[in-house]
Every structure is written in structure tokens, then in C-alpha cells.
């Protein structure tokens, strides 16, 4: 799956949400209790239940265990993207009272969601989506670099200085701070720039072989990030569950209310 698929379908979704939501105020005036208001209610409290359960499932339970994490994660950050949407559409605008607390709760979690999305993004895991130890990621680091090594052993004096003087780096053994873990995709964006001007000071000729070079230095500096990475991440990860799990259990106790309040009155 490509990176970042769920966001650009889920802002995609959105978009055309906002058409028809456009075409929904064209022919009436919107209102919650609108025919067409309680549908996309209802279809947002769906999309959001399923957001607050099925991943949940996946991970805990073995007999829930078909189609990868990492896609359930997927559907996940999907669903509570395009839910909260269609709820901020039932809303109509109008925020008073116990919807108003809802709506507020939602934006809460939804905010909540992109800053774990984002920290997940530094945790190192497999193809299938099951989170790396340690030693994992040090016996890959090794064979990136045995993989550089000979890849540059019939290659220029030049070549081989550089492959040598990046193989040579090692984890620091120190841990990633909180605020380098956060800027991790500004590191990445750095380490591509240092190697790219490395590689730019080659002669034309090595320069045009250097492709697969880079990606090979790439990946082992992100994995001598993601070494740094393990504890630091798993720390900030069980504080971000500690915040948005009461998030999440209050914004649904406050739409169960609201939903038994709008049945009975």
C-alpha cells in the first residue's frame, strides 16, 4: 500500500462531502433534524463506532485476526476521518448544548488521532505491520551495510571512501529526545540532503550510478534512527494512549446521550 493512501482518499471522501453537503444547502435549509441531516448522522456514528472497535478488535483478538494490521490501521484513520466529517455536516453549523460538547469531543479525538498517526509513523515494523525489536533492526542494519560494502567493491576510489565513511556510522547510545522524535520527517529530510550532497561532489559519470547507492544510504541512516527511536517512541506512544483512550470513551458516552435524547424528545 502507498504511503499516505488512507489520508488522500480520506481528504478525497471529504471533498466530495463538501459538494454534496454545497448541493444539500442549495435545495433546503440544512438542520440536524432534516430527513437528510439524521442520515449523515447516523452514517458518521456508524463510521465512528467502527473507527473506536474494529482496529481495536484486531489487535486483541486472535480470531479476528484476517487482513493485516496495517491496513486495519488504514480503515481506521480512514473512518475516523470521514466520520467526524459527516457529523460536523449533521451539525449544520449549530453547536449548542450536549451536540455542541459531542462536536467538540470529536474534534478533540480526530486532533488527538492525526498526533498518533504521526508518532506511529517513527515506530519500525515489518511489511505486515508487527512493530521491531531491537536486535531486528540491528541485524538489518548490518546487512544494509554488507550489501554496501560489496555493492561498492568494483566501484571508484571515490565510491568506496563514501560507502566506507557512511557504513562506518553507528547508533549513538544515547535514545532520540521527545522533540527530535517529533521531527523525525524534518531528520529524514536532512539526511537526503546531506547524501545527495555528497554524492553530488562524485564526477558526472558515478553520479549517474548513484541511485541505488542512495536508497541504500537512506535506508541505513533510517534504520539508525529507528534504533534511537525504540524507547522514546514507545514511551510517547503509552502517554498518547493514556490521552486519547478517556478521549475517545467520553466523546462516545456524550453521542450516546445525545442519541437517546434526540430518540426520546
Known sequence: MNDNFELKLSFLVVFFLLLVYIGYELVTTPAGGH??????????????????????????????????VRHWLSFHIFTGIVGPTLVFMHTALEFRGLAGFTFLMTVLVVLSGFLGRYIYTAVPRSLAGVELDRRTLELELWQARQELMAWSADKSMQVQILVSREAAATPPPSDLSVLELLGHRWQEARERRRIGQAIRQLDRQEQARMGEIEKQLRRQQRLIRQIRSLQTVRRLMGYWHTFHIPLGL???????????????Y
Do not use: C, D
Not at 439524521?38 to 485476526?65: D, Q
Not at 467520553?250 to 426520546?264: D, E, N, Q, R, S
Open 250 to 264: 467520553t466523546l462516545f458516552t456524550a453521542m450516546f446521550i445525545h442519541i437517546v435524547a434526540t430518540i426520546y
Open 35 to 68: 430527513p437528510f441531516g439524521h442520515g449523515l448522522g447516523i452514517l458518521g456514528a456508524v463510521l465512528m463506532v467502527m473507527t473506536e472497535t474494529l482496529y481495536s478488535l484486531r489487535k486483541r483478538l486472535g480470531w479476528f485476526s484476517f487482513w493485516p
